[in-house]
């Protein structure tokens, strides 16, 4: 007789179990943040919180400061107070439009105690000297900085479907390591899309290396691996798996055909 398959509620809940053995005991209050720690780092083992004071803590990936750095014609910022931790005012997030990929790509995301406005200049002050480590020439360029959403379409989609996307994840106030595991995982879905998009121009500029098809390969399942535990987390069920493991065959057979 075979062995009897386990519910699906079941299997997610020990998934879910799982991850959430992995984070240390939760924050009670801003103070408690850690300075520095094993989970301020990316999936790529890079530094991702930038800068941390009494009132404020910044997380950028090296790659979400390049984007900045070269992408940085139209900037859009908003802040929800859903996705905020109890112990925090607001969940800070910038985002930038790439026209040439026409996407919309997260380069900064920011926990704030208060709503001071010094608050903010220090946000924006510590985003722009990091994003100076990677930018790629020295000319001075004019930046439109978006903050009234309603205002333009394109920034009132930015800043409604990210947002609804972090509500749909959180529908309860996040415990801290929980939003920062997300982050990173969002932060490699943006990383793994970038890369797809450009075929790895960014690392051949560095490292004069071209992505294969096995480079690219791998970074794609990666990506649905990281979109499956978004899913876990969101409450989906068998339907919407089979389809994201669907489209992951799709994208596949795309790169199948492109090597013809």
Not at 12 to 18: F, P, V, Y
Not at 72 to 85: M, V
Request: a positive charge.
């Amino acid at each position: 007789m075979g062995l009897i398959c386990p519910e699906y509620s079941a299997i997610r809940s020990q998934i879910i179990r799982n991850i959430n053995k992995q984070f240390p005991p939760n924050i009670k209050s801003f103070d408690d943040i850690p300075i520095e720690s094993k989970y301020y780092k990316t999936k790529r083992n890079e530094n991702f919180m930038i800068f941390k004071n009494t009132d404020l803590i910044i997380f950028q990936s090296p790659f979400q400061a390049y984007i900045f750095s070269n992408y940085h014609k139209n900037i859009f910022a908003d802040g929800t107070f859903y996705a905020a931790p109890k112990f925090s005012y607001q969940f800070f997030i910038t985002r930038i439009y790439v026209g040439e990929f026409n996407m919309l790509y997260t380069i900064s995301i920011s926990i704030l105690k208060n709503k001071k406005q010094s608050t903010y200049e220090t946000l924006f002050k510590e985003i722009k000297k990091n994003d100076n480590k990677f930018r790629s020439n020295t000319l001075i360029t004019t930046i439109n900085f978006h903050c009234d959403f309603e205002q333009e379409h394109l920034t009132n989609n930015a800043s409604e479907s990210y947002n609804s996307y972090l509500n749909n994840i959180f529908p309860n106030k996040p415990l801290f390591y929980k939003l920062i595991y997300i982050l990173k995982e969002e932060e490699n879905l943006s990383y793994n899309d970038y890369q797809r998009r450009t075929k790895g121009n960014w690392k051949k500029k560095k490292k004069q290396k071209i992505f294969s098809a096995t480079n690219e390969i791998k970074i794609l399942i990666e990506n649905y691996k990281s979109k499956e535990i978004n899913l876990f987390y969101n409450g989906c069920n068998r339907n919407e798996l089979v389809k994201l493991w669907k489209d992951c065959l799709i994208d596949l057979n795309d790169i199948n055909i492109n090597l013809k």
